[in-house]
């Protein structure tokens, strides 16, 4: 593992969850690891969970973070190669990830899509000018096209909760009233495809995600007939992906209820990555009920992120300036 | 002491002020105290002694402190139960401070007072949802009712002063140009009179303070008889209480000078929780002169929250999710 | 060495290149210097490489920093002796300096100038309000006038790139799209003439730095004369000084090309402190190219703060309130 952008393989997925078990148990055991070490924390989207998780997860490992949020703390950054930047930008991202790559032994980097340019979006060009111009080893703290922190917090939330073998697992569309990345939706498909789990996404006609992500997976308009039978439904809001960020009309009503639930899976855990948008995305009734897993995948946000880091500690870095 | 949001009793103030004492003299005596433990920092609002004094105390202790400026570095949150939350508020304060909950040992929290709802800020429903939701023992860094750690370090300064014991302290109404919370002023009579001390206070018709808090206290419309032979002027503006959150128009002159001190309190001393308005609170004379005890308030607010954060510390934590 | 806010002598200069070096090969030797002490780092403007430079180099020595961003963490901050504080400043600098000194054994700051008023600029007032009022040793992290822990790591950089004993170097104006200070520059030339250096300051009409600075300099308004033979060419925009913080219009051609570079000055190596407008201040080929130092200088950020920060720990401490 060069860098944790993306899902990689079922052999690292597995080593990742089994050594973040081990943290969640003994968070110290590797407060040595890294120690004379530095990350640099690059947020340029508000955060929480991420913020918060990654920090811990760096003191637990002896590991100095530090954080910069860009056009606040520092300079707006023009991202555009051979631009002539004489308007609002002060600096080119290439000098200030040449300067983060002088400074640290590791990048995370925040950047959400800006869900206008697809082209742009889905190549995920802010992540991978940083990781160009920085030469540093890279965590993606929620690029344009996944969220893999949160998609390995996820499986280890259901590899913790489940009773089978092979959980039937559902994706499903969520209201919104605004128009929301696709990242999160994308890789939790990603991940759990990649672990040949039992996948079945439903989203209503229009909200379709990339193939991409969504091969394997069971589609279906129906939520209803989804959510069947399922051991654990994903709840989640993304704006159009083929009439990129835009957000068509939905007629029915997409907001789950716990009554359905128990008459179609009585068994079923609900999920979401937070934060969420309570009683348009997902309902009092099912956060504050017994089925709700989020509160157990923001806590496991630390444990799978501090696996990620003493992974990559665990390698030869770069040569820097 | 499960929570330090408000004055408790007699005898906890007498140890907290001894304890902070003995840091004073000795503040790495008990760096080991907090290894391993975490303290979450929530800002609502502007902060420069509350915020640096915590962290130095923090440190003192061996405790990670991890901030959080909700609305900038974070989502703004929706407070309401219930709430359809279809607006500006991307996530609410139970999965935020259920979040904090599943990742710190501790929460502080500064949340000031809209000045519109008065029973919802009376209530401290704020703080108080973020104490429900979070289930963590919590340090209040000024709510919409009180200022608990700005009054100890202000009982501290006093003990530090004192040639009597029982002094006279008088708390005094300052002009201001805005609406100000009622917090250090409640809070303050709170812990002076908690503590069985002389409390006179006085200020204009109109901005009388809450029966709750000021309970024992000699209550004065004109400043210059209140102020006769004082000990300790505490100078603050605030506004209205029974009208709530109006400045309505004073007459006299409020400004308290030099010359009045000289005849009428020789010996005050005067003090103020900063950030305080020059020449509009308080004069350049008062302040720039020898009566001032500000930087000593300032000074001993680092070792009143070592001994509040030392007290909880030694205290078994609560089990978490 | 009480302060460091400007050029000193060339003894102590040289003594601070030789710590900075020592440092880059071994950051961590003195990890235990700063131990038990504070550094307050107060940011009135953005900050990416002085910031995180700072930090590490604090790190490296075992030394606590905390950062304040002054109106946005903390308060807006009144400088004017005597102001009648009634508009919406909430803090004067007395006091919020005053705490900084009782909470910190050092301080660092960074304090642009407004381009507006050139006495009170040039004067520094602000960072000497801070000095005065907070009665810390100091680090100017660019004040008005000067940027000298920049222009110490330029220092450093062109002494690890010299081929020569006495290189030529020249500090040339470059374009830009708005009104930029003049710290950078005046303190290059303070700083390579104070070491003695062969410094050559090329710029338009109009744009002349301050003698105060530039006494020694061979100075020419023809860019193409100034860098022939160069060694080290230090790009920069300033706006004009005498018709302070304005920028009249220049016709000439001031982007500098590697054609003229090839031409005029083959050896010549391309430095700027950056952030830098791409194609306005200084074109692709140059920044890209072999000749480009500036990552170099950024480096040698961390070490020139980190002998400056040592030097200043090595001294007796201030006594505070």
């Known amino acids: 593992m060069k860098n ?11 080593s990742l969850l089994k050594l973040a078990k081990i943290y969640k148990r003994e968070p110290w055991r590797d407060h040595e690891l890294g120690k004379g070490r530095r990350l640099g924390a690059v947020f340029l989207n508000p955060s929480l969970r991420t913020r918060n998780s990654l920090q811990i997860a760096a003191d637990h490992l002896g590991l100095s973070m530090q954080e910069m949020n860009m056009s606040r703390d520092s300079w707006a950054l023009e991202m555009s190669e051979g631009a002539i930047m004489n308007a609002d930008k002060a600096e080119h991202i290439r000098e200030a990830a040449g300067v983060m790559g002088a400074y640290f032994d590791f990048l995370a980097i925040r950047c959400f899509p800006n869900l206008v340019d697809k082209e742009a979006d889905q190549s995920d060009d802010v992540l991978k000018q940083f990781q160009k111009y920085s030469k540093l ?24 909760h489940s009773k089978k073998d092979q959980p039937k697992v559902v994706l499903t569309w969520a209201p919104h009233v605004k128009a929301i990345p696709h990242a999160v939706a994308h890789s939790f498909a990603e991940w759990t495809l990649g672990m040949d789990m039992d996948l079945t996404i439903t989203q209503p006609k229009g909200y379709e995600l990339s193939d991409e992500f969504t091969q394997g997976a069971k589609i279906s308009y129906n939520q209803e007939e989804a959510i069947a039978d399922a051991d654990f439904v ?4 993304w704006s159009a992906f083929q009439e990129y960020g835009h957000t068509p009309k939905v007629d029915e009503d997409w907001l789950l209820k716990e009554s359905q639930l128990q008459k179609l899976a009585p068994e079923a855990k609900i ?11 997902l309902a009092d009734e099912l956060l504050d009920g017994d089925r709700s897993l989020v509160l157990h995948q923001a806590k496991n946000r630390i444990f799978t992120a501090q696996a990620v880091l003493a992974t990559l500690l665990k390698q030869p870095t770069s040569i820097k300036v």
Chains 1, 2, 3 share one sequence.
């Open 137 to 160: 080893p890279t965590v993606s703290l929620e690029s344009a096209s996944r969220h893999p922190l949160q998609s390995l917090a996820d499986l280890m939330t259901i590899s913790e």
């Open 234 to 237: 994903y709840v989640k809001n």
């Open 271 to 281: 999920m979401h990555c937070l934060p969420v948008r309570r009683n348009v995305e």
């Open 4 to 14: 944790f952008t993306r899902f990689e393989s079922k052999g690292l997925t597995e």
